[in-house]
């Protein structure tokens, strides 16, 4: 079993930065696909950026390429999500998920995760 624990939320106007982090507990964690995912009230889940085990594979968005970084630090057991230049759309409560396989592309689908953090909320005000 693995827990994700994120941090980092907060509220901050337009054009700020946050840095969201998620701890995982676990000896394997560096075997793992890692996803971020964000649903805003009324919306569906949906898919930020997946980093792979070695982090040489990443994926964004559309709505955040060129302003969220994702990043892992594995002998910390954590991984990162850089948001720069957070817009009012970057609303949404934001999760971690881990895929317990040691795929080269993660999956971008939520269904493809086993496990999930309790989310952190992040509000961005215009």
């Known amino acids: 079993q693995v827990q994700l624990i994120e941090s980092g939320g907060g509220l901050v106007q337009a054009g700020g930065s946050l840095r969201l982090s998620c701890a995982a507990s676990?000896?394997?964690?560096?075997?793992?696909?890692m996803g971020w995912f964000r649903q805003a009230p009324g919306k569906e889940r949906e898919v930020v950026a997946t980093?792979?085990?070695?982090?040489?594979?990443?994926y964004y968005a559309d709505s955040v390429k060129g302003r969220f970084t994702i990043s892992r630090d594995n002998a910390k057991n954590t991984v990162y999500l850089q948001m720069n230049s957070l817009k009012p759309e970057d609303t949404a409560v934001y999760y971690c998920?881990?895929?317990?396989?040691?795929?080269?592309?993660?999956?971008?689908?939520?269904?493809?995760?086993?496990?999930w953090g309790q989310g952190t909320q992040v509000t961005v005000s215009s």
């Open positions: 998920a881990a895929d317990r396989r040691s795929t080269v592309v993660p999956s971008i689908r939520a269904a493809g995760y086993d496990y």
């Open positions: 676990g000896r394997t964690f560096s075997s793992y696909a």
């Open positions: 980093i792979n085990w070695s982090g040489s594979s990443t």
